[in-house]
């Protein structure tokens, strides 16, 4: 079983910036593919952005060019670097790994608002 743990959300004005951290446990993590999803209130979880072992990234249009995925695998870690933020932001965000199967967080709260 891996452990996906999220951190690093709060609340952030518009135009402000927060990094989002994803913790996952395992001897394999290099070999996660990682991903950060997002759920609005009322709305369906989206895709926000994934990299794969290999480093190559994929992301949602609403968030290019203000959000970047990356991986630390010495440190278990990927991470969300949100820049710029919107109100339209706002969301619980989850981290998943995903090896033959996938594992879920909890999730983390960003807020954004004035």
């Known amino acids: 079983q891996v452990q996906v743990t999220e951190s690093g959300g709060g609340l952030v004005q518009p135009g402000g910036s927060l990094r989002l951290s994803c913790a996952a446990s395992?001897?394999?993590?290099?070999?996660?593919?990682m991903g950060w999803f997002r759920q609005a209130a009322g709305k369906q979880r989206e895709l926000v952005a994934t990299i794969a072992s290999g480093g190559t990234t994929n992301y949602a249009d609403s968030v290019k060019g203000r959000f970047t995925i990356s991986r630390d695998n010495a440190k278990n870690t990927a991470y969300l670097q949100m820049n710029n933020l919107k109100p339209e932001d706002t969301a619980v965000y989850y981290c998943n790994a995903k090896l033959f199967m996938t594992w879920w967080g909890q999730g983390t709260q960003v807020t954004v608002s004035s």
């Open positions: 395992g001897t394999m993590f290099s070999r996660y593919a």
